[in-house]
T-cell receptor
Framework: DVKVTQSSRYLVKRTGEKVFLECVQDMDHENMFWYRQDPGLGLRLIYFSYDVKMKEKGDIPEGYSVSREKKERFSLILESASTNQTSMYLC????????????FGPGTRLTVL | QKEVEQDPGPLSVPEGAIVSLNCTYSNSAFQYFMWYRQYSRKGPELLMYTYSSGNKEDGRFTAQVDKSSKYISLFIRDSQPSDSATYLCAMSERSGNTGKLIFGQGTTLQVKP
């Protein structure tokens, strides 16, 4: 079974804190993605990576950065958390030839106070 | 106007009903169409995948694409309580690394026993 795991299910942080969200996949996928999911807005792509140390901005990269030092691990970093970053964060992975079939982790619900 | 519009519901039906879930889109370049299902407290998982116009059937599920109307549908026959979930449509212009999924807002479905 494909498995994408995320480091935390629930996270509460304070405004201004630096936040790390970790994602690990065990399918040897080249592509990895970070989305946020908000009511009424669906999933929006923050960043994606198609190889180690490679990254591309998605639709809403402002306020976020990413790190991919190993193929199986993709980290999302909130340099200085703000209340408008309170959301559900979903990580996904896929093979490069089939980015339409993405495998998602269970999500991290982040609350920024 | 959003690129992909989906009625968020919630939609509540009795067990055994036929369910119709729909999305409209504005980008005529979309060629790949997907339906993802998301159970509560889980990440989305791919349910149906269709290329271009036409129908695709898989058990109780039928995906339909009408590119001339920019309209896609997911039909669920003989709906079951286990079908209760949020259904997200997604689409892309091309597959592979240059493709990017655009998601609808998701429709929450509840099937009552």
């Amino acid at each position: 079974d494909v498995k994408v795991t995320q480091s935390s299910r629930y996270l509460v942080k304070r405004t201004g804190e630096k936040v790390f969200l970790e994602c690990v996949q065990d399918m040897d996928h080249e592509n990895m993605f970070w989305y946020r999911q908000d009511p009424g807005l669906g999933l929006r792509l923050i960043y994606f990576s198609y190889d180690v140390k490679m990254k591309e901005k998605g639709d809403i990269p402002e306020g976020y950065s990413v790190s991919r030092e190993k193929k199986e691990r993709f980290s999302l970093i909130l340099e200085s958390a703000s209340t408008n970053q309170t959301s559900m964060y979903l990580c996904a992975s896929s093979f490069p030839q089939n980015t339409d079939t993405q495998y998602f982790g269970p999500g991290t619900r982040l609350t920024v106070l | 106007q959003k690129e992909v519009e989906q009625d968020p519901g919630p939609l509540s039906v009795p067990e055994g009903a036929i369910v119709s879930l729909n999305c409209t889109y504005s980008n005529s370049a979309f060629q790949y169409f997907m339906w993802y299902r998301q159970y509560s407290r889980k990440g989305p998982e791919l349910l149906m995948y269709t290329y271009s116009s036409g129908n695709k059937e898989d058990g109780r599920f039928t995906a339909q694409v009408d590119k001339s109307s920019k309209y896609i549908s997911l039909f669920i026959r003989d709906s079951q309580p286990s079908d209760s979930a949020t259904y997200l449509c997604a689409m892309s212009e091309r597959s592979g690394n240059t493709g990017k999924l655009i998601f609808g807002q998701g429709t929450t479905l509840q099937v009552k026993p």
